[in-house]
């Protein structure tokens, strides 16, 4: 287990690392051009938060157009990945990293080149089946699957509410909506992953939304030394042991 001095820097805490597990937030991916959501001209400054819950997703067919309006305004950026994507991504392809948990829905991990990535909220990258009339924030769906695209191209041959091809169910986008059950299977695999790390590296991160809030407090339990990289102070950097208060791409790049 790492145990880095009181006065350790980020380059000695990342070097004494050898299975570095990374958390990262909304901050990575603003650098690269994704608007966040609760900041000032974040989405929410645009979208009713209140509206977009799975079960309004469900009882409107307005909510479900909204959403895809808010996935193509998403996908407009034309989001690449930034330095800190890139670093992170080099850490694990030598070996230091086991891996990464992520609170973004925009899969610049994987385009930069990063193999074990555990998506919490899911992805915006591709849409899912969840049936005809899900209940108790479950989706209930046949399986379909299908790039995000597939969605955009039915509504631009003019079919406003895509339906599933299979099972006529309702289409979404495969990230999770306020009030929608959390994923287990990517609970299990961000769990295994803290199991196998000696240290954690949060990237981005306010550290203010659960589940993820408290899996730095989860591993700092467990004995691992922490880290924090973001603009901004988050209500954990009194438990870390290196804060760092500057941009991803800066400080990993």
Sequence with gaps: MVDPPADATLADFLRRAERLLVLTGAGISTESGIPDFRSPGGVWTRYDPRQMTFDRYVESAEVRAMSWAMRREFFAAG??????????????????????????????????????????????????????????????????????????????????????????????????????????????????????????????????????AGMPVDAVDRGLPLAIVNREPTPLDHLADVVVHGSAGDVLG
């Design 79 to 212: 989001a690449r990945p930034n330095r800190g994507h890139l670093a992170i991504a080099a850490m694990e392809a030598e070996g230091r990293s086991v891996g990464v948990i992520t609170q973004n829905i925009d899969g610049l991990h994987q385009e930069a080149g990063s193999q074990t990535v555990v998506e919490i909220h899911g992805t915006a990258r591709t849409v899912g089946c969840i049936g005809r009339r899900p209940r108790w924030g479950t989706p209930d769906g046949c399986g379909f699957s299908a790039d995000t695209t597939w969605a955009f191209q039915r509504i631009d041959e003019g079919d406003p509410d895509p339906a599933c091809p299979t099972c006529g169910g309702l289409v979404k986008s495969a990230t999770i909506s306020f009030g929608q059950a959390m994923d287990t299977t990517s609970m299990d695999a961000a769990a295994e992953l803290m199991a196998r790390a000696d240290a954690m590296l949060v990237v981005g991160s306010s550290l203010q939304v659960h589940p993820v």
